[in-house]
């Protein structure tokens, strides 16, 4: 299996191109979600799903589109770039825990943005 | 106050120490705590989670303390390998999301 799939793994744009970052996983998984990365701050929820049809907003939505018409695609549309964009993005996918909570995340390998 | 909270290192130990990170985190309705680990420029990878009565995988120890609010990771017997940075994850009750820390880096060295 290959897990969690992004495309591209690296990008540079220039301030207000738009362009959609492409996240497949092969597991089955019903939540998908995208976070991105910057030095000293963690990871941060952009959106996230929990099944096929269903997004909603993370920590920081803004300046960025999903959707989720099956349950292996999650893409992330850039809507406008820009340079505060610049970051790496990772998706994650998960299966529920015993819980019922998405907690085992498997990450994709990253996409690193530069926005100029 | 950041929602977790941990000391970015680096931590630089020899081959054979122990050493410990703490992490804290400032909502007390958290219901699910882990440890990850990132090695430099890849994804990061779960390591282990935190139950309240504590749990130990090999060499690895992680421990939550609720009063006090915070989660811990021991790591025994270091080894090169161990060099990564190590990040508290939380997730908050009723809501289907995980919280990052910003991590702590670990650098072993012989």
């Known amino acids: 299996n290959a897990g969690v799939t992004q495309t591209p793994k690296f990008q540079v744009l220039k301030t207000g191109q738009s362009m959609t970052l492409q996240c497949a996983q092969d597991?089955?998984?019903?939540?998908m979600s995208w976070y991105r990365q910057d030095p000293g701050m963690g990871l941060r929820l952009i959106h996230y799903?929990?099944?096929?049809?269903?997004?909603d907003q993370g920590e920081v939505p803004n300046g960025y589109n999903v959707s989720r018409s099956t349950t292996e695609d999650f893409p992330l549309r850039l809507l406008s770039a820009a340079p505060s964009q610049t970051s790496v993005y990772f998706c994650a996918s998960s299966y529920w825990s015993s819980r019922g909570r998405a907690e085992s995340y498997t990450f994709g390998s990253g996409t690193r943005l530069t926005v100029v | 106050r950041k929602e977790v909270e941990q000391d970015p290192g680096p931590f630089n130990v020899p081959e054979g120490a122990t050493v410990a990170f703490n992490c804290t985190y400032s909502?007390?309705?958290?219901?699910?705590f882990f440890w990850y680990r990132q090695d430099c420029r890849k994804e990061p990878k779960l390591l282990m989670s935190v139950y309240s009565s504590g749990n130990e995988d090999g060499r690895f120890t992680a421990q939550l303390n609720r009063a006090s609010q915070y989660i811990s990771l021991l790591i025994r017997d270091s080894k090169l390998s161990d060099s990564a940075t190590y990040l508290c994850v939380w997730g908050p009750k009723g809501y289907n999301k995980l919280i990052f820390g910003a991590g702590t880096r670990l650098a072993v060295h012989p």
């Open positions: 799903s929990v099944g096929a049809g269903i997004t």
């Open positions: 909502n007390s309705a958290s219901q699910s």
């Open positions: 597991m089955n998984h019903e939540y």
